[in-house]
């Protein structure tokens, strides 16, 4: 559990600060029936996004980025895109994220892939030394 939440917190900065991939959008409400639920939310500054998990692997819900820069506050919209099955205990949700507001520091757009545990509690993964922050972790499959 350790390795995949270090990863996917090494793999969300390495998205935010390399990815240059096109992402295809996902309609808002898929009318597909929900399956499960899913919740990022970064303690302090940083990304927050939740919503279902469709039976046609679409992702609702919404959610934003926001910090702080030198040159002015910086907000992205988190645009929900598609999940799959990683593994049999994990998931992987694809985003895209939109320049709202201030500096465009990651370019008008960037792509997002996150694989989390399915665990139906929320996890807490927290980057240390040093203590750069944490977030707390939820999928859950109904």
Request: with cysteine; net charge negative.
């Amino acid at each position: 559990m350790r390795r995949l939440i270090g990863g996917v917190l090494s793999g969300l900065v390495l998205a935010l600060v390399a990815s240059s991939a096109t992402a295809v959008g996902a309609a808002a409400d898929s009318g597909s029936p929900a399956i499960g639920t899913y919740t990022v939310s970064d303690h302090g500054q940083g990304g927050w996004t939740g919503g279902p998990l469709y039976a046609d692997h679409t992702l609702g819900g919404a959610g934003s980025i926001s910090f702080s820069t030198p040159d002015g506050q910086v907000v992205y919209l988190i645009e929900p895109l598609s999940w799959s099955w990683y593994d049999a205990q994990d998931v992987t949700l694809n985003f895209n994220n939109i320049h709202l507001q201030g500096p465009a520091v990651f370019g008008s757009s960037f792509p997002l892939t996150l694989i989390l545990p399915v665990s139906g509690t929320p996890l807490d993964a927290c980057v240390q030394p040093p203590n750069i922050g944490c977030t707390t972790l939820r999928v859950t499959i109904h």
